[in-house]
């Protein structure tokens, strides 16, 4: 128990230190704290035979609470009766968003000589942008109470219930023997646990607002963090994704009279776990698969075909809600994130016990294209205004020839 006490303690220490040089250069957290788990990994600090942390389970657990509490925070900012106003731009935008970026990833595979089934594992893994990640830059960057905010988040709804629905056929299929039957039972569970969901947070408004309704300021975030957690457990053990299920939570959430005093006492467990979470996807990279040609090589072709596609989605998702083309530049810039989900398909087919492709190949290159994309888009959204300017630069020159 004290050595793992004391690993607690060196990994706060090395997030103190990333998030302070990060403020130093006026840099996003996010990237810093990737790169601050993969220096302090066993495949850099532990290579050079220094100390260095392991990937134990209390930090992935940790790492689960970030994504959780990330997921629950956005559910905050969107109430059900908004996602119903909004589900004819969601479904627009968001089938837009599945019909270019999915493909793009099979495509990639199956023109490697992989099989169907490997084509599709890719596809997911560079379908799905990261909800945790972009969450956390909309709040660091100011931009979630503006316009821009509301096709990015409509987006990752729906990339979040497709993706559970995708992750249930895929589950069945690479771990329960894949017979139709099976599919269709897994289907079937994880669509009436969102099923459940939804009509929870339809119906049960009042039961939300009077679950809180407590004078103790310490019961109240022992209430909130037992819901949010229980049910996004229950939900990942049924085979569902918890961020879906914590993501309703805090929407059933979001039209009580609590909002207030959820978002302000819970932003600093929100935080620390999300800081967790960046961390462990570092401390699960191995910056050596870089060194394999074939790796490197096909990192390569990914993060140059799909960073387009997220960017022109995200810009067209942006127009199909009436934004102007320097907002709908944001939303481009803000989807091009890759993570948690990402690294879950890819722990899928590493477990899978099926081909070379499946188990090595995949996760090798997904943790690879996740610390890429993660920083790569962090940075897009940071410096977004430098793609404004070349629009708006852009249009003037064109009304100028005209």
């Known amino acids: 128990m004290a050595a793992l006490l004391f690993e607690a303690g060196v990994m706060f220490s090395v997030l103190a230190v990333a998030g302070a040089v990060a403020h130093r250069i006026d840099l996003s957290v996010i990237p810093f704290y990737v790169i601050s788990g993969v220096l302090v990994s066993p495949y850099v600090f532990g290579a050079l035979g220094l100390p260095a942390l392991q990937d134990q389970e209390f930090i992935t657990l940790l790492a689960e609470f970030g994504i959780v509490f990330l997921?629950?925070?956005l559910g905050l900012e969107f109430s059900l009766d908004r996602l119903l106003e909004s589900k004819e731009n969601i479904g627009k935008a968001g089938a837009l968003d599945l019909a270019v970026n999915l493909p793009i990833g099979v495509a990639i595979g199956l023109a490697l000589g992989w099989s169907v089934l490997e084509a599709f594992v890719l596809g997911g893994i560079v379908y799905i942008s990261s909800s945790a990640v972009i969450t956390k830059s909309l709040i660091d960057l100011g931009w979630i109470a503006n316009d821009e905010a509301q096709p990015m988040l409509g987006t990752l709804v729906f990339e979040d219930l497709f993706i559970a629905f995708y992750l249930a056929v895929l589950s069945a299929v690479i771990l329960g023997g894949g017979t139709f039957i099976e599919v269709l039972q897994q289907?079937?569970?994880?669509?009436g646990f969102l099923t459940v969901l939804v009509a929870a947070v339809y119906f049960g408004s009042a039961y939300f607002e009077a679950f809180l309704d407590v004078d103790s300021q310490e019961m109240f975030v022992i209430r909130?963090?037992?819901?949010?957690?229980l049910v996004a457990g229950g939900a990942l053990a049924l085979g569902v994704s918890e961020a879906v299920a914590a993501f309703f939570i805090g929407m059933g959430f979001s039209g009580t009279d609590h909002l207030h005093d959820l978002e302000r006492r819970l932003i600093p467990l929100r935080d620390v776990f999300a800081a967790v979470f960046f961390f462990w996807i570092g401390l699960n990279t191995d910056p050596t698969v870089f060194g394999s040609v074939a790796?490197?090589?096909l990192l390569v072709v990914l993060?140059?075909?799909t960073t387009p596609t997220k960017l022109l989605t995200g810009f067209l998702s942006g127009r199909i809600y009436g934004l102007d083309d320097r907002r709908s530049v944001r939303v481009g810039?803000?989807?091009v994130t890759r993570g948690e989900f990402s690294l879950i398909i890819a722990a899928?087919?590493?477990g899978s016990g099926g081909s070379v492709v499946l188990t090595e190949?995949?996760?090798s290159v997904a943790v690879g294209y996740v610390l890429v994309m993660s920083i790569l888009g962090t940075l897009f959204m940071q410096y977004a205004g430098l793609f404004e300017r070349l629009v708006t630069t852009g249009e003037r020159a064109a009304s100028s020839a005209d």
């Open 295 to 297: 790796i490197a090589g």
């Open 187 to 191: 289907v079937a569970i994880a669509m």
């Open 303 to 305: 993060v140059v075909a």
């Open 348 to 350: 899928l087919a590493a």
């Open 333 to 335: 810039c803000g989807m």
């Open 224 to 229: 909130a963090v037992a819901i949010t957690v």
């Open 361 to 363: 190949t995949i996760p």
């Open 71 to 73: 997921l629950f925070f």
